[in-house]
């Protein structure tokens, strides 16, 4: 099991920012697929970004790809999420998740089995 905590939701109204962090304990244990969901009220969860713990690339949903940059902090042992031009469709349950990594090629959704108990970001227009 690999405990992850977020921190850093809260409510903001739109055009404004918000940074997400998850503390993690998995970086120097090889290669890692990290990543954050969401998942609003009544709707399934979904994939927000995904970062590869080795190489660093990044992977974003459209719905958020130019306004959302996922990075990590191995020395801290976090993984953040930077939330940029918020939209009202962006209210959800924040989580974040780990997962180890595919041998060969890149991280996908279904790599993560890891998650957090999330932290709610509320967007008011």
């Known amino acids: 099991q690999v405990p992850l905590v977020e921190s850093g939701g809260g409510s903001v109204q739109a055009g404004g920012s918000l940074r997400l962090s998850c503390a993690v304990s998995v970086y120097g244990y090889g290669r890692y697929c990290m990543g954050w969901f969401r998942q609003a009220p009544g709707k399934e969860r979904v994939g927000v970004a995904i970062?590869?713990?080795?190489?660093?690339?990044?992977y974003y949903a459209d719905s958020v790809k130019g306004r959302f940059t996922i990075s990590q902090d191995n020395a801290k042992n976090t993984l953040y999420l930077q939330m940029n031009t918020l939209k009202p469709d962006d209210t959800a349950l924040y989580s974040c998740?780990?997962?180890?990594?595919?041998?060969?090629?890149?991280?996908?959704?279904?790599?993560?089995?890891?998650w957090g108990q999330g932290t709610q970001v509320t967007v008011s227009s």
């Open positions: 998740a780990a997962g180890p990594a595919p041998r060969v090629g890149p991280c996908f959704w279904s790599d993560f089995r890891y």
């Open positions: 970062l590869d713990s080795f190489d660093t690339s990044e």
